[in-house]
Every structure is written in structure tokens, then in C-alpha cells.
């Protein structure tokens, strides 16, 4: 059993910081890639950062500049700055882990509600 525990979501002004944190936990043979994905109400849950093992860093052109995904092995953050109104979304971790069995599945965090007012 694997689990990804989010927190760190809340309400913040247009400009404002929020700090998203995420830590996996359970039967975990190996993680590889950690990501951030978010999601609005009728839209596909879009990527926002991933962070690969070997410390490879990709951003979505729309946080660029603003935010920053961090690792330390079985958590990742995200550094979210100058915050926007259309940044508002639910945001989930997502983890790659592989498995004693040497298979890799994909697991996610529970989501948590980040809102930026203007």
C-alpha cells in the first residue's frame, strides 16, 4: 500500500506565496518521477512541474518564473509565487513508484484546493 498525503493548499490575494507539500509513504521500492498536476471544474487536469529522480526539472509555460518543485527522495513542494486568479484549481501530487515486484504504478495525493483572489 502506497500513500501520498498533500497539504499546504488555502486562500490567498493576487501576488501572494503558497507552499504545497506532498510526502509518499507505504511499500515503496524505488520513486521515480514526482509531479504537480491541477484541475478546474470542466477542464482535464493539466501538469504543472515534475521533478525526476536524477534531479531533471520541467515547469508548464504558464508557472514559469513563478513556481518552483523541489524534492528531498519521498516528498515534493511546490514553491507557488506572484500567484494569479487563473492559478486557482484543485492541485494533486502524482508519484511514479516502483514496487518490490520491479513494476512501476502511478499513484496520487488526495488533492488539495489552492484559490487566488484578485
Known amino acids: 500500500q502506497v500513500q501520498l498525503v498533500e497539504s499546504g493548499g488555502g486562500l490567498v490575494q493576487a501576488g501572494g506565496s503558497l507552499r504545497l507539500s506532498c510526502a509518499a509513504s507505504g511499500s515503496i521500492f524505488r520513486i521515480n518521477t514526482m509531479c504537480w498536476y491541477r484541475q478546474t471544474p470542466g477542464k482535464q487536469r493539466e501538469l504543472v512541474a515534475v521533478k525526476t529522480k536524477d534531479g531533471s526539472t520541467n515547469l508548464a509555460d504558464s508557472v514559469k518564473g513563478r513556481f518552483t518543485i523541489s524534492r528531498d527522495y519521498a516528498k515534493v513542494y511546490l514553491q507557488m509565487d506572484s500567484l494569479k486568479p487563473e492559478d486557482t484549481a484543485v492541485y494533486y501530487c502524482?508519484?511514479?513508484?516502483?514496487?518490490?515486484?520491479?513494476?512501476?504504478?502511478?499513484?496520487w495525493g488526495q488533492g488539495t484546493q489552492v484559490t487566488v483572489s484578485s
Open positions: 502524482n508519484a511514479r513508484i516502483e514496487r518490490s515486484s520491479g513494476y512501476e504504478f502511478s499513484y
